[in-house]
């Protein structure tokens, strides 16, 4: 069921078109998908403390209505690890166009997986795996199940696959934890559901899984045109 | 919705013959039921008179007696005063051939003979539709019955968006011996939809499976279409059309641009186990092979032949389309060659394709499929029969099917088509066992077993 804070978090977006990554992320962690540790702030020193306070480096990702695809405005900024590298980052991040408050949030590592949902306008919500990054668009390497989905559909996404040998970890390389996967796409395949009337695709992309969990590092909500909204 | 008014109706009132031009659709349609089918039939035209000597009515409430079915043959801006005629009338529900509705883009007109209907509970078909054919029981097509090729009575029903997809199936299925409990053409499905007939073919006896051709769902439809199917205890098999990229041009996200309308209609199919058949050749082939195996298998197949050629073509297409041959049991093979005929143990190969060579007999053959029935790698079997092997008695298709049918794993018979192995044929057909006309469409009828499991 969907909170009075999340109805409250999509109606702030309406004009937008979609919603911030940070409220998207607030949406998910909701839901008890793992997003990273963060903090949203537009002080270098709160920044800095986060930073202190983390095992290890941290990411910079720039906060603005104005800017959707982040990597085509350097609006990312990985593998920061010191305080003055953070402070100047900061400082350039804070300048772009629309950007009150950065998102530091610490950094994960593993294999990038894309987790979508598409509003399907024959069938309604339908949730996507795929290998992550941008190149899933080149592969078109993706199982597509109708949501809600149960945990022997997530089993049989990742064996539709072609690269399942990445999932299921190959030549020694340790591949994702398929519990950990499987409770995310399920509990994310219910969220779409209850986000039916609004959302026109959701990208959570990547979600960096390793042997332990699934943290889906970004989160993309695009909504649909008001005027198809319910009333 | 009780849909039995028009899939048997006992009366009929075809409404807008013509009584000056013999090839109207009304009279061809007319024509074939008036005497012809087990339904009596009835001409309506506003300005009377006969047709073929019999009365034309001028209008239904005219028709004394009562009628089950209306087929509505008028001009477009006509048909909501004659669908009101026919509720007035108490007619049970309606055949709309006419066009010039919604895909003519008089949406408007559609939707005030769909309320109209919808207010009266009185169901229809179409408009812009060929309708029902019910073997044995009526046919609404407008086209000549000298013309038509109909299949027998047989077990698939059948939904077509497009009435010429339908006919064209039809011919193909005559062509192969299947028969069909019902055809409908649903046209502009202003009223009943695809999500209607799963529910009227799922409690027809008749029926064994249901194959539909589809070109595109309404909103949120697709979902209801999966909703009946995964209540629907009979095998559903479907042909898309429309599979190329359309309607992903805003490509911000990169779920929307991987997710197309083909991708997430064939995904989703194979998700709840509905067979989908990439061409109308697999159409036929699936609908065969399921109307005798409506479980399916998990597509590990044992392939005999009594020739390595056709055994390795076999191999290929099953490869081609994703099913496994995989290795057999040392007990399986060592079964097969203790039992072999003296002539063939030292010839004959044993790995799974099984080659038993054409100097086999059909004990042989009959030993083969025995042992591979019952090796647990093994699901399914093809058996590749070719009757010019001396060996082979023209019992062998009666003869394999007794041991199919003890065995308990589906088999699948590739066997010529040809006159003079009918009588083979017919010892596998008669006992439920399918005969594919080539290599392929046996491999074929397999992967439909594949195709309606869990994927």
């Known amino acids: 069921m969907l909170t009075p804070r999340i109805i409250q978090i999509i109606e702030s977006a309406r004009p937008a078109g979609w919603i911030l990554e ?210 | 919705m009780d849909l039995t008014c028009l899939f048997r109706p006992a009366s009929m009132a075809v409404i807008g013959v013509s009584t000056t031009q013999d090839n109207h659709p009304a009279n061809v349609i007319y024509n074939k039921n008036h005497l012809r089918y087990p339904v009596k039939t009835f001409a309506v035209n506003p300005k009377g008179g006969q047709l073929n000597r019999e009365r034309v009515y001028t209008t239904v409430a005219e028709i004394e007696s009562p009628v089950d079915l209306a087929v509505i043959a008028v001009r477009a801006r006509f048909v909501p005063d004659v669908v009101a005629q026919c509720i007035e009338k108490g007619i049970k529900g309606a055949v709309i051939i006419s066009g010039g509705f919604s895909e003519t883009g008089s949406s408007d007109l559609q939707q005030q003979v769909t309320d109209l209907a919808a207010q009266a509970d009185f169901p229809f078909v179409g408009p812009n539709c060929l309708g029902i054919y019910s073997p044995e029981a009526v046919d609404t097509f407008f086209l000549p019955g000298e013309r038509i090729i109909h299949p027998k009575k047989g077990n698939i029903g059948f939904v077509s968006q497009s009435g010429g997809v339908l006919v064209d199936q039809m011919v193909k299925f005559a062509g192969q011996g299947i028969g069909v409990s019902g055809a409908v053409s649903i046209g502009n499905k202003a009223c009943i939809r695809e999500t209607h007939l799963i529910d009227w073919f799922e409690q027809d006896m008749g029926t064994r499976v249901i194959a539909f051709y589809i070109e595109g769902f309404e909103c949120r439809e697709g979902r209801e279409f999966i909703k009946r199917a995964q209540a629907c205890t009979k095998p559903i098999v479907v042909l898309k059309a429309g599979k190329t990229a359309r309607g992903i041009a805003a490509a911000s996200s990169h779920t929307a641009s991987v997710a197309g309308d083909y991708r997430v209609f064939s995904d989703i199919m194979a998700q709840h186990c509905v067979a989908e058949a990439d061409t109308e050749y697999e159409l036929t082939s699936f609908c065969e092979a399921l109307s005798c195996y409506p479980k399916g298998s998990s597509g590990h197949i044992g392939i005999v032949s009594v020739s390595g050629g056709h055994g390795v073509l076999a191999a290929d297409a099953c490869g081609h389309h994703g099913l496994a041959i995989p290795e057999i049991t040392e007990e399986t093979a060592a079964n097969i060659l203790s039992r072999l005929s003296p002539e063939i143990q030292s010839i004959a190969s044993l790995k799974n394709p099984l080659d038993l060579t054409g100097s086999c007999v059909d004990a042989d053959i009959l030993n083969a499929v025995r042992h591979l029935s019952r090796d647990p790698h093994i699901d399914c079997i093809l058996a590749l029969l070719l009757p010019y092997s001396p060996g082979i008695s023209a019992d062998i298709g009666a003869k394999l099917s007794q041991v199919a049918s003890n065995e308990g794993k589906p088999l699948i018979a590739y066997v010529p088509n040809e006159d003079k192995y009918k009588i083979i044929i017919e010892g596998f057909e008669l006992n439920k066992i399918p005969v594919a006309s080539s290599v392929e469409g046996a491999v074929l009828m397999a992967k439909a077993l594949k195709r309606c499991r869990p994927c």
């Not at chain 1, 695809?69 to 900024?77: F, G, M, P, R």
């Not at chain 1, 950007?99 to 294999?111: A, K, W």
Request: net charge negative; charged share 20%.
């Open chain 1, 22 to 231: 940070p409220m998207a992320k607030e949406i998910l962690a909701a839901q008890k998908l793992t997003v990273p540790k963060s903090v949203l702030t537009d002080s270098v020193d709160s920044a800095a403390q986060f930073l202190a306070a983390c095992d290890g480096p941290v990411v910079l990702k720039a906060v603005s209505p104005l800017i959707l695809h982040k990597t085509e405005h350097q609006a990312v900024v990985t593998h920061v690890k010191d305080p003055e590298t953070l402070a100047s980052h900061m400082t350039r991040l804070l300048s772009l166009n629309g950007c009150d408050q950065v998102l530091v949030e610490e950094m994960v590592s593993g294999i990038e997986v894309l987790v979508g949902a598409k509003n399907d306008l024959q069938f309604g919500p339908v949730v996507v795996l795929g290998l992550g990054g941008t190149s899933v668009e080149i592969y078109n390497d993706t199982a597509i199940r109708l949501a809600p989905v149960t945990p022997a559909d997530v089993t049989s996404m990742v064996k539709s696959l072609g690269a399942r040998p990445i999932f299921e970890g190959y030549r020694g390389r340790p591949g994702v934890n398929m519990d950990a996967l499987t409770r995310m796409i399920v509990d994310f395949s219910h969220l779409i559901m209850d986000l039916e009337p609004w959302f026109e695709s959701i990208d959570l992309n990547p979600v960096i899984c390793d042997p332990d969990r699934c943290v889906a590092a970004d989160a993309r909500i695009l909504l649909l045109p008001e005027t198809n909204y319910p009333s």
